[in-house]
């Protein structure tokens, strides 16, 4: 399928979604979101087995095109879309240069892992223009990221951090050089896609549950998450290739 707003890169199991509006800093529109959309249906019924999101070495994504009309229903179909990005079924890593501010930020935040460049520019700057970011997930993910008092600074100024700063605040995983940011994820992506698919995708909801139920409730949703994968042909393969020291050979995903 032929996109105006995203490019799509598949190499053996990674897949890579490019931000794609140069002319607008790849900022948001509702296009975008559409397309997104449909993308994120592709990968997630074919062998794809990691993602990674990125833009350009000027910017990843500068949030919402704020030249478009921002109407209510968009802001519930993006939400819909963060959602889908935090809870996604396989592995999400965003490869960050230049900005990152926003509704991009946002996107960020709902990917598993995050590498940026050093000087990448990450933050939520709605508030510099009399509004809140929209995204519901950042109020909620943020703080867990980096901790109530950072998270506050980063919603109440509006100011922009640095990829290094970010990562001294535990906002990204790793940062690089611009021109090593992309190489790195995919590296990353890699080592993920070696994993087996059922357990990453186990301990992805075992997360989201420890966050979202009660402790007895979310130790209850890990138990049967380890029961169901005890039988699978993966767990049985994962402990005869430990005993021959051997690398397994996963049967699914």
Same mark, same amino acid.
């Given at each position: 399928?032929?996109?105006?707003?995203?490019?799509?890169?598949?190499?053996?199991?990674?897949?890579?979604?490019?931000?794609n509006?140069?002319?607008?800093?790849?900022?948001?529109n *509702?296009?975008?979101?559409?397309?997104?959309?449909?993308?994120?249906d *592709?990968?997630?019924?074919?062998?794809?087995?990691?993602v990674?999101f990125?833009? %350009?070495?000027?910017?990843?994504?500068?949030g919402?095109?704020?030249?478009?009309?921002?109407?209510?229903?968009? %802001?519930?179909?993006y939400?819909k879309?963060l959602?889908?990005i935090?809870?996604?079924?396989?592995?999400?890593?965003?490869?960050?240069?230049?900005?990152a501010?926003g509704?991009?930020?946002?996107?960020?935040?709902?990917?598993?892992?995050?590498v &940026?460049?050093e000087? &990448?520019?990450?933050g939520l700057p709605?508030?510099?223009?009399?509004i809140?970011?929209?995204?519901?997930v950042?109020?909620?993910?943020?703080?867990r990221?980096?901790g109530l008092?950072?998270?506050?600074e /980063?919603?109440y100024?509006?100011?922009?951090?640095?990829?290094?700063e970010?990562?001294?605040?535990?906002?990204?995983?790793?940062v690089?050089?611009?021109?090593?940011v992309?190489d790195?994820?995919?590296?990353?992506?890699k080592?993920?896609?070696?994993r087996p698919?059922?357990?990453?995708? %186990?301990?992805?909801?075992?997360?989201?549950a420890?966050?979202?139920?009660e402790?007895?409730? &979310?130790?209850?949703?890990? /138990?049967?998450?380890?029961?169901?994968l005890?039988?699978?042909?993966d767990?049985?393969?994962?402990?005869?290739?430990?005993?021959?020291?051997?690398?397994?050979i996963?049967?699914?995903?």
């Open positions: 399928m032929t996109y105006k707003t995203l490019l799509y890169q598949k190499k053996n199991s990674t897949g890579i979604v490019i931000f509006r140069p002319e607008r800093l790849n900022a948001i *509702d296009r975008l979101l559409d397309e997104l959309n449909r993308l994120l *592709d990968i997630e019924s074919d062998d794809t087995r990691v990674i990125t833009g %350009s070495e000027k910017s990843f994504c500068a919402f095109d704020l030249k478009e009309t921002m109407a209510p229903q968009i %802001s519930q179909k939400n879309l959602n889908r935090e809870s996604f079924g396989k592995p999400t890593i965003a490869a960050i240069s230049g900005y501010l509704g991009g930020c946002e996107i960020a935040l709902c990917c598993d892992f995050r &940026a460049s000087t &990448a520019s990450i709605e508030v510099k223009v009399g809140i970011p929209s995204g519901g950042a109020y909620r993910l943020l703080p990221i980096i008092g950072r998270a506050k /980063m919603f100024l509006g100011e922009p951090i640095s990829g290094i970010a990562s001294n605040a535990g906002l990204v995983n790793e690089f050089p611009q021109n090593k992309l790195e994820a995919k590296k990353l992506a080592i993920l896609a070696d698919a059922l357990s990453i995708k %186990s301990i992805k909801d075992c997360i989201q420890g966050v979202q139920l402790s007895a409730d &979310a130790a209850n949703f890990v /138990m049967n998450a380890a029961n169901l005890r039988p699978t042909e767990y049985e393969e994962g402990r005869k290739a430990f005993r021959e020291k051997r690398k397994p996963w049967k699914t995903g």
